[in-house]
């Protein structure tokens, strides 16, 4: 197969040392004028991403666990509070397990009605009400499930190097991977995900992992694990595509993954940032999700998002979520393609959307995502359509500006610094240099000239973003301070102010 490494340099000169394992694939190479359309002909290349589901594009959605009960409850708590509510993500429709890393979802991939009783006609009556459920699934199964031992039976397990099906733990969690290599065991996969989400009415699911292949493993086709690593998460996103094409959801159904190589992005309908830490740390926290993004970007992937919150939690090591860091994290998930709630790995010893500390300022948060619906329809057709990722690093747009790694472009007429660390009451920001318009910001609706560098206050759920002034969206953003979804956060929260400080606010 071809070997495809995105490398996008940047009008400097540059070595760069390749290496191939196994047989020498093929090498290309491409020129552009600049470094915007460097990356639309790469999306091009490598395969541009459909437009996502309207539905999706103008409400949260929630990440919820617990049974249909629990479920309901949340919903029933969201539209009390106004929230405009585009899903409802139950990544345990499948049952739970209990381990010491927290509960996990049972990894055999079918709806367990003891754990979610009706579930088949809740999907129905939340759908009619404008809201489709999402589920979870990933290519692997759980030792001693039904799935694994039919897939043990017919043979459609990766092997180890004595023929044996090969056994990999998570956690405490021992299970088998489905040998996508086959294409029995491929067809056979694909099929689960027709009935047991499809058929079950799914919006959507988030399609995890695609990265654990053991560099010892023996695949179907021959290849090591090593050999065929990269490739494995391309296969995991191309089976799921195919079920939605082959059964007419494409553009429909919604699924979301977060392993990938080269072509993953002519597969998967939408990626998410993986598993960051519940905390502001630069390197796994919430603005390791905005590294992620650009660089995603700028390697062909044009559609992606973030678990609103973070995800992985340690208790005992005193790394749980505050209630700054989500509404910090959801007021940053505003100007991006999805707004979708995680409640981490374990649950209780995180701060909650739906806590009475924090619901209020989630809900005003939510309902700036829904007033920018329009906006971001426009930016997500410029992604299938021109090839322009939703998301851009500054400098990719504006070659020569001061372009700091934690701001980023959402669409061509929204800048965004997102607030990555807490406590913040202002916010260094540096404005590209302008092509005839202003960059106005959000809040107050004070016009700057671009090339500058400017202080701007960052009280919660205000985050330092600017549009251009001769946006033919200015009215949609300038909704976003007309309404009463604006006022200020802090207030509701126990932990700001700090002692000593004051709010700066427009």
């Known amino acids: 197969m071809d070997c495809l490494t995105p490398c996008l340099t940047l009008g400097v000169p540059v070595s760069t040392r390749f290496f191939i394992l196994g047989k020498t694939g093929s090498l290309y190479f491409n020129k552009a004028g600049s470094l915007l359309d460097a990356v639309t002909e790469l999306t091009s290349f490598l395969g541009r991403m459909p437009e996502l589901p309207e539905w999706l594009l103008g409400g949260a959605v929630l990440g919820v666990q617990g049974g249909t009960d629990t479920m309901l409850s949340r919903y029933r708590q969201a539209k009390a509070f106004d929230i405009p509510v585009a899903g409802i993500w139950i990544q345990d429709w499948s049952g739970k397990v209990d381990m010491e890393f927290g509960q996990r979802v049972n990894w055999d991939w079918r709806w367990d009605p003891r754990w979610y009783p009706d579930l088949d006609k809740v999907i129905k009556n939340l759908k009619q009400d404008g809201v489709r459920v999402l589920a979870y699934i ?23 190097g004595t023929g044996d099906v090969y056994l990999q733990r998570s956690v405490t969690l021992m299970f088998g991977s489905v040998d996508l290599t086959n294409p029995s065991a491929y067809s056979w996969y694909k099929n689960i995900i ?13 399609a995890d992992f695609g990265e654990y292949l053991p560099v010892d493993a023996v695949l179907h086709d021959g ?3 090593l050999e065929g690593h990269n490739e494995w998460p391309v296969l995991w996103a191309k089976l799921n595509r195919e079920a939605l094409e082959e059964t007419g959801q494409l553009g429909e159904i919604v699924f979301f993954t977060r392993a990938g190589f080269s072509g993953t992005s002519k597969f998967t309908t939408l990626v998410w940032n993986g598993d960051q830490n519940v905390d502001f740390s630069p390197a796994d926290g919430v603005r390791s999700s905005v590294y992620g993004t650009l660089s995603l970007a700028v390697s062909g992937v044009g559609l992606s998002h973030f678990d609103i919150g973070g995800y992985t939690t340690l208790a005992d090591l005193g790394l749980t979520r505050s209630g700054e860091l989500l509404l910090r994290s959801a007021e940053m998930a505003v100007f991006t393609p999805v707004f979708r709630t995680h409640e981490g790995n374990q649950p209780k010893a995180n701060a909650q959307w739906y806590n009475n500390n924090t619901i209020s300022s989630f809900a005003r948060l939510a309902k700036q ?14 992604v299938s359509r021109a ?16 372009s700091p790694y934690s701001q980023f472009l959402f669409g061509s007429d929204l800048l965004v610094a997102p607030v990555c660390q807490e406590n913040v009451q202002d916010l260094w920001v540096s404005l590209p240099v302008s092509r005839g318009y202003d960059w106005v ?33 200015r009215q949609v953003f300038d909704s976003l301070t007309t309404t009463t979804h604006t006022k200020r956060l802090a207030p509701e929260l126990g932990f700001l102010p700090s002692p000593g400080r004051k709010w700066r606010h427009s």
Not at 199 to 205: A, I, K, T, Y
Not at 451 to 472: K, M
Request: proline share 7%.
């Open 194 to 206: 027709k009935t047991n989400l499809i058929g079950l009415g799914m919006g959507g699911w988030m």
């Open 387 to 402: 090839g322009v990722p939703a998301q851009l690093p500054v400098s990719v747009v504006y070659e020569g500006s001061p």
């Open 441 to 473: 910001h959000l809040w107050t609706r004070t016009s700057y000239t671009g090339g500058q560098t400017i202080l701007v206050p960052v009280p919660l759920g205000q985050p330092a973003v600017f549009y251009r002034s001769d946006s033919a969206f």
């Open 369 to 382: 995502f829904a007033l920018l619906a329009d906006y971001r329809k426009f930016v997500v057709q410029q």
């Open 138 to 160: 990933n290519p692997y199964l759980r030792q001693n499930g039904d799935m694994f031992k039919e897939a043990e039976a017919l043979g459609y397990l990766v092997r180890n």
């Open 223 to 225: 290849r090591s694990g």
